[in-house]
């Protein structure tokens, strides 16, 4: 059992806490809005107020977990916001991981963002994960179908503990 740290925990997030949990895991998962902490915690998912656009709010949320999944495949905003979740805050993020509990890590690189970003995204997981030499997959199942994005993510899960990667 891991406690898995979903980053971008809306509505496949829930779904994919469900399945996490029949197979054994704990799961906290962000928000950034504190009334939606209530509606995580009900769903079994420890909930934990954090903005991936501010990588310090999330840094916390890092306690305890091993494998973290950033699910922002399908953020919205502006181009530039969701660029830098995926380039400079992505980066911040794996620099901040590296002295943590975290031991993988499951990146979303499919979704309704441009597919440039989220392979620009899929590049720095792969080249900061294979300079600290940790394991990670990268989730390009469709959101649009989401019972077989939910096995997906979850079996990525799975992977990144076993020590996969790629």
Known sequence: MARCLIIGCGCRGIALSAVLHERGHAVRGTTRKPARASALQASGVEPFVADPDRVATLVPAFAQAGVACVLLGSATGSPEAISALHTTRLEMLLEKMVDTTLRGLVYECAGSVDREVLAEGAERVERSCARWGLPYALLDADPGDPQ?????????????????AG
């Open 148 to 164: 077989a994005w939910t096995v997906a993510a979850a079996d990525a899960v799975d992977q990144v503990l076993l020590g996969g």
